[in-house]
């Protein structure tokens, strides 16, 4: 379990000459039973990992359909103890990393929320809004109950600061490929190639892009400089469409050999 599973999926796709492929979805939205739907269709359907958000009220990091999905997910009555008891108690295979800010966190208690998130099974922690600076208040719990700490690394940040973030990363290097929020786009920054590239090789664990990623061209253009995707609004919006050719689609570019592939 915990950094372990996380990385023996990412071996395995390795393994297969593919590139990851990492879902998020909004734990709640909908209710937690049509959460645990989701699960298993993203499990059957081969994804590498899920990225299971925690709704939140003041979600800096998200876009406006994230940020819809936090708003039903709370009209649902979700808590961070429920999704929590929720994945306690319907196990899976597929790797589970928990996104979510730090001040649910805070209010749960750092120790008995990593504690829960082992009993959970979850895999990894994404916490946005926690800078290198200040993520001693939660490294050293994270690092005692075996959870992967997923760094984000921002294309506007400079050498030595992504570096540092690439040296301390675990599970995997979240690279953010846009200046903003989450949500569909048409286009990367302009120097998306480099800025990829650059990070698989200071970093040694994999890198995945994420933030705009919602096309199979999207998927295959970013995966030519790196080892997956992560998806989520593209995601969202499928699952309110219960579309899920669009989305098996969506998830299966990432299994297509690459020839251009750096690594």
Same mark, same amino acid.
């Given at each position: 379990?915990?950094k372990?599973?996380? &990385?023996?999926?990412?071996?395995a796709v #390795?393994?297969r000459?593919?590139k +990851? ?5 909004m734990?709640?939205d909908g ?7 989701r699960?298993?269709f993203?499990?059957a #359907?081969?994804?590498?990992a899920?990225e299971l958000g925690? !709704?939140?009220?003041?979600p800096?990091?998200d876009?406006p359909t994230?940020q819809?999905a936090g708003? %039903? +997910? ?6 961070? @103890? @429920?999704?929590?008891?929720?994945l306690?108690?319907h !196990?899976?295979q ?5 996104? &979510?800010?730090f001040?649910p966190?805070?209010s749960y208690?750092i120790e008995?929320?990593t ?8 895999d990894?922690l994404i916490? !946005?809004?926690?800078?290198?600076e200040e ?19 921002a294309?506007?940040s400079?050498e030595? %600061?992504l570096?540092?973030i690439a +040296? ?6 979240y690279?953010?490929?846009v ?15 480099a800025y ?13 892009a994420?933030?705009g990623?919602? &096309? !199979?061209?999207?998927?295959r253009?970013l ?6 995707v992560?998806a989520g #609004? ?6 309110e469409?219960?579309?899920q ?6 998830i299966?570019s990432?299994?297509? @050999?690459n #020839?251009?592939?750096?690594?």
């Open positions: 379990m915990g372990q599973k996380l &990385t023996a999926s990412f071996e #390795s393994a000459n593919e +990851a492929f990492v879902p998020y979805i734990a709640g209710g937690l039973k049509k959460t645990q739907k699960l298993e993203l499990e #359907s081969g994804v590498t899920v925690i !709704p939140f009220s003041d800096v990091a876009g994230i819809a708003i %039903r +997910a709370l009209k649902e009555g979700t808590t961070l @103890k @429920k999704v929590l008891d929720h306690k108690a !196990p899976r597929v790797p589970i990393i928990l996104m &979510t800010y001040n966190i805070f208690g008995k929320f504690e829960d998130c082992a009993q959970a099974g979850v990894g916490i !946005p809004d926690l800078p290198l993520e001693n208040v939660m490294a050293a719990e994270l690092e005692k109950k075996d959870l992967a700490f997923i760094r984000l690394a294309i506007t400079p030595e %600061r570096k540092e +040296a301390r990363s675990e599970g995997f290097l690279a953010v490929t200046t903003g929020t989450t949500g569909s786009r048409t286009r990367f920054h302009d120097n998306i190639e990829l590239a650059h990070l698989s090789e200071i970093s040694s664990v994999p890198v995945l994420g933030f990623v919602s &096309t !199979p061209e999207h998927v253009h995966t030519a400089y790196c080892d997956g992560v #609004s593209r995601i969202i919006e499928l699952f469409k219960d579309d050719v669009t989305m098996k689609e969506l299966g990432a299994k297509r @050999k #020839s251009l592939a750096q690594k």
